[in-house]
């Protein structure tokens, strides 16, 4: 799973499937009102098929794949992120399971790049000399050798800070320096409003933390202005200083983007109707500091494993309706680069046939707590609810988990997976998260075990997520999610329509 803020950007593709709507049989004459229909053929062949897949998947097949994971990262500098020969052979790892499991399968290749810093800089010339503490934005258009120069002008801050024009229209921005707080909107769409205000630089002030805020314009081809980022501390006395005269600063800023090449996985059943397109996903690169075992090698296996039960189903006679397309993304740490380029080489009636896309990222953190995304925003919390047909999506997830006793609790689409571009797409999306660098809390302990206040993954984007990292009881729950969804709807979409 990235980061709150992405580091890099690339192309992306998607697939998309439609739905049939499935209507039960109408109640005979003279029968009860109540009388609960008759399953039709579809739902018996999803209950039958997602029975199976649940008895044949566990958390200890798919934890061999793990163990393939963390030996291709110690051979190749402990990690396997996108553009790395660790990446690489993750891929080809993963390919050729699928291929012997008797998968159309393929590569996608695309290249993305990444922003190297070779100058980052800005300091306050009056009323006093000082200089502060900054890190130029990834993709910054640069300045010219020696930096710029110019008095600072703060944008409004509410609950979008610097996002909409009107933010700007307390001082005249042209040929100044916009002092701009983090929130709400992307870098990008700051640093765009900003030039479009008429300044020539942005310093962007971190919401919260005692860090400089490293922000990401995605692409080279979004760079407007020099920008750079700097401490909330520093913010917001800059602010204060603002309100009281004008103030002075130089920025010093300029950036270099590198082209790397990495590939998706895509495979595909070559039995289901090609309209209906059950489509699921789980990023296959880590971070460069560490193995990423859990993210997100732990998802990435239980894809593979339910794929390889689906495919030995189909084998023993089992026909599907639907087709499953599983999809390993690269460079999502990266911010979704292959989730999206993906979606954005589709064209609109590939897009159409997917009729749902399942996402799981992280999935064995060792402080869980099972999490569902939040498909009818019932929590009410953060972007809203998914796209027509997501609640569906969490209602099977919560029902499974029910009927087996584990807790769970909603979960937000914030937009730091790889669900992301096909809920763009309007695509119905949903999926389980065990959690990251957020803090358990107090009845998620009571009820779950493990330790209020303290971090999901305590190993999150580091060196220690290895396969000591690994909780395999919560695991074994997420692969049996996921083997019931793919059971469900390879055989039955109808749900989603209720």
């Known amino acids: 799973m990235r980061a709150p803020r992405s580091r890099a950007t690339a192309a992306l593709v998607s697939a998309a499937v439609a739905v049939p709507v499935l209507f039960a049989a109408a109640p005979q004459a003279g ?54 020969k660790g990446h690489k052979a993750s891929t080809t790892y993963v390919h050729d399971r699928l291929k012997k499991a008797g998968y159309k399968v393929s590569y996608q290749d695309f290249t993305f790049y990444e922003s190297e810093t070779l100058r980052e800089g800005a300091a306050v010339l009056s009323p006093e000399a000082r200089k502060l503490n900054a890190v130029a934005f990834d993709f910054s258009k640069a300045t010219p050798e020696g930096g710029i120069q110019a008095p600072l002008a703060a944008a409004r801050v509410d609950d979008t800070p610097g996002c909409e024009a009107d933010d700007y229209a307390s001082d005249t921005f042209t040929g100044k320096i916009a002092l701009v707080k983090r929130g709400s909107c992307t870098f990008a769409e700051k640093e765009a409003a900003a030039a479009k205000a008429g300044a020539i630089g942005l310093i962007l002030y971190n919401h919260s933390g ?19 980022g700097i401490t909330l501390a520093e913010g917001e006395a800059l602010a204060k200083q603002i309100a009281q005269g004008e103030v002075k600063v130089s920025l010093d800023v300029a950036t270099k983007a590198v082209p790397h090449k990495t590939r998706n996985v895509i495979a595909e059943t070559r039995g289901g109707r090609a309209d209906r397109v059950v489509g699921l996903g789980a990023h ?40 499953v397309r599983f999809s390993w993304w690269s460079a999502e740490e990266l911010g979704l680069l292959g989730s999206d380029h993906y979606v954005k080489s589709l064209t609109a009636k590939q897009k159409k046939n997917i009729k749902l896309y399942l996402n799981f990222d992280m999935i064995g953190s060792p402080n869980a707590a099972e999490l ?25 997830i919560n029902g499974f988990l029910d009927k087996k006793k584990v807790p769970h609790w909603g979960t937000d689409f914030d ?25 358990k809390t107090e009845e998620q302990a009571a009820k779950a075990g493990g330790k209020a206040g303290q971090p999901y993954d305590p190993n999150y984007h580091g060196k220690g997520d290895t396969l000591k990292n690994i909780d395999r009881k919560v695991f074994d729950v997420n692969v049996d999610v996921i083997a019931n969804a793919v059971g469900t709807y390879a055989q039955d979409l109808g749900s989603l329509k209720r």
Do not use: C, M, W
């Not at 009818?376 to 972007?383: C, E, H, L, P």
């Open 31 to 84: 029968a009860q009102a109540d009388h609960k229909p008759h399953p039709t053929t579809q739902e018996r062949q999803a209950k039958k098929l997602a029975k199976k897949l649940v008895e044949k998947s566990s958390g200890k097949g798919a934890y061999r794949h793990l163990e393939k994971f963390q030996e291709i990262a110690d051979k190749n500098g402990g990690n396997r992120a996108a553009g790395t």
């Open 415 to 439: 937009g730091r997976s790889d669900y992301g571009p096909f809920i763009a797409e309007g695509i119905p999306a949903g999926g389980t998260f065990t959690g990251a660098e957020g803090l």
């Open 210 to 228: 005692d860090k400089p805020v490293h922000g990401n314009l995605e692409t080279p081809d979004n760079a407007h202005i020099p920008a750079a």
């Open 372 to 396: 569902v995304y939040d498909g009818d925003n019932s929590d009410g919390v953060g972007s809203g609810p998914g796209p027509k047909g997501s609640a569906q999506i969490e209602k099977l």
């Open 284 to 323: 296959l690169d880590s971070v460069p500091e560490g193995p990423g075992i859990n993210d997100n090698g732990s998802g990435s296996a239980g894809l593979i494993e339910v794929a390889e039960k689906l495919a030995k189903a189909t084998k023993g006679g089992t026909k599907l309706n639907n087709k």
